[in-house]
């Protein structure tokens, strides 16, 4: 006589399965946070690269940085890459200051405490509060 095996899965073997499932997803939903992020903030830094380098041809043109005019998105999108570039996906906003040096600062939207930082003297970017 033929023993009969059922067929199908228990309830404990499925409930393993769906454990190891939520485990691997939430440790690809974090990672998944820590490199969209990391993206952004070297989005900004090239951005602010951008900038500066618009910055230098606009003085070469015009004979000093455009200053007041460039104090937000819009102006720099304007003034400095003739309408033609959208920084609007961003999720940083940008500025350009100046004291004794041209500053160009990105400012994260959703988090003002972190901001990235160069100056025409300094181009490596200062990140604080990120």
């Given at each position: 006589m033929r023993l009969r095996r059922s067929q199908g899965f228990t309830l404990i073997e499925l409930l393993v399965v769906v454990a190891i499932i939520g485990i691997l997803s939430a440790v690809g939903v974090v990672s998944y946070t820590g490199y969209k992020s990391s993206a952004e903030k070297k989005q900004a830094e090239i951005t602010l690269n951008l900038i500066n380098l618009a910055q230098q041809e606009y003085k070469s043109n015009n004979g000093e940085y455009c200053i007041s005019t460039c104090?937000?998105?819009?102006?720099?999108?304007?003034?400095?890459?003739?309408?033609?570039?959208?920084?609007?996906?961003?999720?940083?906003?940008?500025?350009?200051n100046s004291n004794n040096t041209l500053t160009m600062m990105a400012v994260k939207k959703s988090n003002s405490a972190c901001t990235i930082t160069i100056t025409q003297t300094n181009k490596n970017p200062i990140r604080s509060g990120c």
């Open positions: 104090s937000n998105n819009a102006g720099i999108i304007q003034n400095l890459f003739d309408g033609v570039d959208d920084l609007s996906a961003q999720t940083f906003n940008y500025s350009n």
